[in-house]
């Protein structure tokens, strides 16, 4: 196998008795430099963060059907999200600074990440439903979450809550990364993560254009900002206009 062509078919294709001649010529053609390992690292970096909208794609996905009337939660624990952008320029610029070679940098929001209060909020206005109240996780992983995947008539509902248990512990957990090392060298650039807040109605966007992951969008539409705004129900996703205080 080469390439994965089949060595036949190689066999065929270099021994074939009666070649077709080539139609037109070669003018206008012209080959395309190999790019350098830094831009397929960032290409394949957001890439990725289009294909998988990460931890949040889930929870968001149930909040918007209604699944969540209560969450195992502390209001006060930080959701450490970042833009892909940021990730692609940190690496970019760290690789361009020679005394950062042989370094080890977190690429995360560190002390300004946001928290599960500020992301339910965020989650409330733009789905245009009431807060899920939060709930110490202990009393409800115990009593609660059993009582409403049992109460639930919608079928959606219940598997929703089921799947979503994965990823309750993320809503109480501490962690806080230590970022400061990574500030301090990207300080003179002037790459630094945007807050959540800024850009959380665009990747709602982007997650209902793409249904949730269930439909690939193009690299260059992404890149371009050429995904559609889906409206849906008016109970889920209300029209911008019916929005108030949209964060940008």
């Known amino acids: 196998m080469v390439d994965g062509i089949a060595a036949v078919e190689l066999a065929s294709l270099l021994l074939d008795p ?3 001649p080539l139609t037109g010529g070669l003018d206008g053609w012209r080959a395309e430099p190999e790019p350098d390992g830094m831009r397929l690292l960032i290409r394949g970096a957001r890439d990725r963060a289009r294909e998988q909208l990460g931890l949040l794609r889930w929870p968001l996905r149930a909040f918007a059907r209604g699944a969540y009337p209560a969450l195992p939660a502390r209001r006060g624990a930080p959701v450490d999200v970042v833009p ?3 990730v692609a320029d940190a690496i970019f610029a760290l690789s361009q600074a020679p005394e950062a070679e042989g370094g080890t940098y977190h690429l995360t929001a560190g002390a300004d990440a946001t928290n599960v ?19 110490t996780p202990g009393v409800y992983r115990r009593v609660v979450h059993p009582l409403l995947v049992r109460a639930s008539r919608d079928q959606r509902h219940r598997q929703a809550l089921a799947h979503s248990e994965v990823f309750f512990p993320y809503f109480a957990m501490g962690v806080v990364y230590d ?3 990574s500030r301090v060298a990207l300080h003179a650039t002037g790459v630094g993560p ?6 959380f109605d665009r990747l709602v966007d982007f997650a209902l254009a793409a249904e949730w992951g269930r439909r690939p969008i193009p690299r260059a539409g992404a890149a371009e900002g050429a995904t559609p705004r889906l409206a849906g129900p008016p109970a889920q996703v209300p029209a911008p206009s019916a929005r108030s ?4």
């Open 84 to 86: 892909v952008d940021y």
């Open 194 to 199: 945007t807050p959540l807040r800024r850009y």
């Open 179 to 181: 970022d400061r090392r």
């Open 117 to 135: 209060g500020e992301l339910v909020e965020l989650a409330a206005e733009r789905f245009g439903r009431p807060a899920p109240r939060l709930i």
């Open 245 to 248: 205080g949209v964060r940008r």
């Open 18 to 20: 009666t070649p077709q």
